[in-house]
């Protein structure tokens, strides 16, 4: 498309031509309604605005060699929204309706779909929120479904590369018996200030531990995190991570090619034993991971001497991207072709 440098995108919003939306009003969801606004007009008391009734989802839609459009498991999406609404109780949007508009809005968008020798992708951001107006702490009795895409290049800029991650035990982003297994948005925002932080001393993100004992790993800010030993994926169980999608993608990927698989609670020293590590999700791809600094014990995890991935890492990145975009076939149904 005119003005649009594909291989330079990052990720980031930009405006594109339609979203599609559906109102949940006197106990039902409305028909989908296309718009091409990037604004919504709320009521000034609307719960998503005052105590965070509000769910999101991300996933990708990819171009491939043929010309022809992916989406990648959008029904793990849609079923994971409902997760959240039940979560933070709000009114949970059907899935086969979800499917609907995801295809829709791709569909109407086709022109921002970046081309397969891009690398880049187009991002799918589903949202839903309480929208009617009342101040008592209770959910709402309205709703509102968003679906809107924005084209977008590598989530970390160093794309796949290795990069520094830091602990910093004085935060966490959810609490065990909180609201960390749900996409809410305020796990993103009790994410800023830790993020922020370990931002201006060098690295793309924090790794949390877990909150009651700070012995156990959980994840990263906006991904997953999974590490590999003796030919064994290992990724931390948790009661407050997000179920990542990428992630229980990649364990499928890493059986099919003769590995282990573990998930269960990882103890921070174990990190000196992986071979490499690594963060997973939907905009993070796989981002392997050079070294874990625990900044507080000012001692390093290091996974990567030159700051090359590992070669399961690689392994593993290549063989998920290849089913995204159809360079290989796709044995477990992942993919929706437009
Ligand atoms: N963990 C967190 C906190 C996330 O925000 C994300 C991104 O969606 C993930 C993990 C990865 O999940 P997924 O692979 O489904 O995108
Ligand atoms: C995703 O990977 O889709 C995410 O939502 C992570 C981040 C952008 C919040």
């Known amino acids: 498309m005119e003005n649009i440098n594909w291989s330079d995108l990052t990720f980031g919003y930009m405006k594109t031509d339609y979203n599609v939306r559906s109102y949940y009003r006197n106990g039902k969801w409305s028909d989908l309604e296309i718009s091409d606004s990037e604004h919504l007009n709320l009521p000034i008391a609307a719960t998503c605005l005052h105590y965070g009734q509000e769910a999101f989802e991300g996933l990708k839609a990819f171009k491939g060699k043929d010309g022809k459009i992916r989406i990648f498991r959008m029904r793990e999406n849609a079923l994971r929204l409902q997760s959240s609404a039940w979560g933070i109780r709000m009114e949970a949007f059907p899935i086969e309706q979800f499917e609907k508009a995801v295809v829709e809005v791709v569909n109407r968008n086709r022109r921002f779909v970046p081309p397969y020798e891009s690398g880049a992708s187009l991002y799918i951001r589903p949202l839903l929120i309480g ?159 050079q070294r874990v600094d625990d900044v507080d014990n000012q001692q390093s995890y290091i996974f990567s001497k030159d700051g090359t991935p590992g070669p399961i890492s690689e392994r593993l990145y290549y063989k998920l991207r290849a089913i995204q975009y159809g360079d290989e076939a796709d044995p477990y149904g992942w993919v929706t072709v437009l």
């Open 131 to 289: 929208t009617s107006a009342q101040v008592g702490v209770k959910p709402a009795q309205e709703y509102l479904f968003v679906v809107f895409v924005t084209p977008v290049g590598p989530y970390f800029k160093e794309g796949f590369k290795t990069t520094p991650v830091g602990i910093y035990r004085e935060y966490d982003r959810a609490a065990p018996l909180g609201t960390g297994t749900y996409k809410v948005g305020g796990n993103y925002a009790a994410s800023l200030v830790p993020g922020e932080i370990a931002h201006k001393a060098g690295y793309s993100a924090v790794l949390y531990l877990d909150a009651k004992e700070k012995k156990y790993l959980d994840e990263c800010g906006p991904a997953n995190f999974f590490g590999i030993k003796n030919n064994t994926y290992i990724t931390p169980a948790s009661s407050s991570i997000l179920p990542s999608i990428t992630n229980k993608s990649l364990i499928q990927l890493a059986e099919a090619i003769g590995m282990k698989v573990e998930r269960r609670q990882i103890p921070l020293e174990e990190l000196a034993t992986f071979e490499e590590a690594g963060m997973c999700g939907t905009a993070a791809v796989i981002s392997p991971i």
